[in-house]
């Protein structure tokens, strides 16, 4: 609810803005300033969406591991943990394809056998457009 309160004063200020800059200035410094403030406006928002719980389609980590994958129609949700930092877990929107698809239910099958997996970036690997691989992590077992 917070989130909307603050989208929806953000577009009251950005209509604010721009009804204060067509009643002040000419006609062409109207247009650089209201389209600044336009892509100001839009990379805020962006930027918002991206710190919330909304998938993004940023990067992936190099080293994860996968949490869990939600089929959508033309797209999979993946919640990864990055092994590199203490972040929390992050979705990523992942666009379909059948590689992609493959690769994903091998992982969620190890999962879901009680297997540790880790998901790696290989950009050599021709596969997929993302480049991922799953690779088998040992368990280590502590001496008695």
Do not use: W
């Not at 892509?39 to 190099?62: A, C, D, H, R, T």
């Not at 919640?79 to 493959?102: F, G, T, V």
Request: hydrophobic share 45%; charged share 25%; proline share 3%.
């Amino acid at each position: 609810m917070d989130i909307l309160l603050t989208i929806i004063a953000l577009t009251i200020i950005y209509g604010t803005l721009l009804y204060m800059l067509f009643k002040i200035y000419d006609f062409k410094k109207m247009i650089y300033l209201s389209f600044s403030i336009l892509i100001f406006f839009v990379f805020l928002q962006i930027k918002i969406f991206n710190n919330l719980g909304y998938p993004v389609i940023s990067e992936l980590p190099e080293k994860f591991n996968i949490l869990f994958v939600k089929k959508s129609d033309d797209e999979f949700i993946v919640l990864l943990k990055d092994i590199s930092d203490n972040s929390l877990p992050r979705l990523y929107k992942l666009k379909y394809s059948n590689n992609l698809e493959d690769i994903l239910n091998e992982a969620m099958s190890k999962i879901d056998n009680g297997k540790r997996i880790i998901g790696i970036i290989d950009h050599s690997s021709v596969n997929n457009y993302y480049g991922i691989s799953i690779k088998d992590m040992k368990k280590i077992v502590p001496d008695k």
